[in-house]
């Protein structure tokens, strides 16, 4: 959802537009050192540090340290080795970028969670300056954590399985008609929600039936209603068109419409397993998409939760037809009833006063909820990180480039990896259990070809049970996924329920391909449909 390869986010494009570098007073005598956030997506972001030589002669070395504010933490890092100490973090060069002539200016980053850093040193002098919060701030929609980004890597996404041809294409055209059907057998008023960023300007906004965009105005400090902006689903089907240059979401609830705020930060999205969210009690459920110049990317999505089976599919120019995220006969229940057989997973299933389940939580939305345990992992990530203690773990992110090889080991709590040179180019301190549910904090992974392909390799294979096991990541088979204890048994669950085997049971579920992700380059229509249960 990368550098998960195709991330399609409503967050992600505005806050890379609001970031401002933190800029620190030049000084005529010493180095100095400016921070600026490269990305953030409120449950973390990635920083870059330009370590300058503004002083009179050549530097051979250099060290930069920080102070976290309390509950923050820094997940991977590169270009630097890094020791904690607390809160106070240091930053010291590599063998390779420590000498720096007068006038030149090396960089490295890091990803992290909560507060940013302060009190900045270089050299042991202050950084001609304090970090401290700027005065233009980054400003982050405060909707959930993104799902999914456009990439600047190869997409490691496989090509669309053609499931049938159609002769009656419609024209190419500046907005995609998608046709949303309800074949689940229930009565209720199904109302549709298009929402998601204009690329073009990073706007936060909706569309309606006929494919308009508008972006959201009226925002407040306390959340204020947004406008009703559904589009009720008459009969059994209706055609909706969406936009070129749109990535976002299409929700569909029943029954009741959802309910949206407005922030001065942008809009407040449901989030049913947080307490007090107004849709806790709605049926409800999205598809995610992004509608580019490199077509239509069209996914399922059981990265938060699990509750409305449906399909995606997209016609082509050619005529091809392409279509993921189909249940097998009765496959709802039997996910239900595996999770609510598990004594560690079964209070991750949410049912209505009515007897309606609502939706199965993934379990990092569970264990945020007080559901499940928020140290289930620990064991398991302990016991794999340490291998590499031992032993070499060969990262081959690319499956284009077989050639593109780091290598890890592990020292202490970080593993660090070398490039074909043994050049350290990223390290990550060993992830928690809510980091690997979440493919962030200690595995955020920024949107480099280096770094961003590592974590997500890692993610996703901790979140399999492959780390430890198979010293070649990615690899394995779905044979080899979600095996011994402990084990997500929420992704095995719904793989396992698939027709073709295919979800996208958390971030990096695009890894090997395993995602439920339908993509053409020229899309002439899409469709979500809806399946019995």
Not at 17 to 45: C, E, K, N
Not at 455 to 481: E, H, I, M, N, V
Not at 491 to 520: P, R
Request: aromatic share 8%; net charge neutral; proline share 7%.
């Amino acid at each position: 959802m990368r550098k998960r390869t195709l991330l399609f986010t409503v967050v992600t494009a505005v806050a890379a537009a609001a970031t401002a570098w933190i800029a620190l007073p030049a000084s005529a005598a010493a180095p100095t050192a400016a921070l600026r956030t490269v990305s953030d997506w409120g449950s973390g972001w990635q920083d870059e540090v330009t370590v300058s030589n503004t002083g009179a002669a050549a530097m051979s070395s250099w060290k930069v340290e920080f102070d976290l504010p309390s509950g923050a933490s820094i997940g991977s890092f590169w270009d630097a080795q890094m020791t904690m100490s607390g809160q106070h973090v240091t930053f010291a060069n590599q063998g390779w970028n420590g000498s720096v002539a007068v006038g030149a200016t090396t960089t490295f980053g890091f990803v992290g969670s909560g507060g940013q850093p302060a009190n900045c040193k270089i050299n042991s002098v202050p950084c001609s300056g304090v970090v401290t919060t700027p005065t233009t701030v980054t400003t982050t929609p405060t909707t959930a954590a993104p799902t999914k980004t456009t990439p600047t890597t190869a997409p490691t996404t496989a090509a669309p399985t053609p499931t049938a041809t159609k002769t009656d294409i419609p024209p190419a055209s500046n907005v995609l008609p998608v046709t949303v059907s309800n074949k689940t057998a229930r009565n209720e008023t199904v109302y549709l929600y298009v929402l998601g960023t204009n690329l073009a300007t990073g706007k936060l906004g909706y569309v309606n039936a006929a494919g308009a965009f508008t972006a959201w105005t009226g925002g407040a400090a306390v959340p204020v209603p947004a406008p009703d902006v559904s589009i009720p689903l008459t009969g059994t089907s209706t055609t909706i068109k969406i936009p070129r240059g749109l990535s976002g979401r299409l929700y569909m609830s029943f029954g009741k419409k959802l309910d949206f705020r407005l922030t001065t930060d942008g809009l407040v999205q449901p989030a049913p397993w947080a307490g007090g969210d107004p849709n806790h009690d709605i049926l409800f459920d999205w598809s995610e998409f992004t509608l580019d110049a490199g077509g239509l990317f069209l996914n399922s999505s059981q990265v938060d939760m699990f509750a409305v089976p449906h399909i995606v599919s997209v016609t082509g120019g050619s005529g091809t037809v392409s279509s993921t995220g189909e249940l097998k006969a009765g496959g709802r229940q039997r996910v239900i009833d595996t999770i609510k057989a598990s004594p560690d997973f079964a209070k991750s299933v949410v049912t209505r006063s009515d007897g309606t389940v609502l939706r199965v939580l993934a379990p990092g939305k569970a264990a945020d909820a007080g559901l499940m345990s928020p140290t289930f992992l620990d064991s398991y990530i302990a016991a794999a990180w340490n291998a590499y203690a031992s032993r070499t773990l060969t990262v081959v992110p690319f499956s284009d480039q077989p050639n593109t090889k780091f290598l890890g080991r592990t020292s202490g709590n970080v593993m660090s990896f070398t490039d074909s040179t043994g050049k350290v180019v990223a390290s990550f301190t060993r992830p928690s259990t809510a980091n690997v549910w979440g493919c962030d904090g200690a595995l955020g992974a920024p949107n480099d070809q280096v770094v961003g392909p590592i974590a997500r390799t890692l993610c996703a294979a901790l979140q399999r049970g492959t780390l430890g096991k198979l010293d070649t990541q990615p690899s394995g088979t779905a044979a080899d996924f979600y095996q011994g204890s402990p084990a997500n048994l929420y992704a095995k669950a719904i793989h396992a329920n698939m027709i073709d085997g295919k979800a996208y049971a958390f971030a990096f579920d695009d890894v090997l391909h395993q995602e439920s992700l339908v993509h053409d380059g020229d899309p002439r229509q899409a469709s979500i449909t809806m399946t019995p249960f």
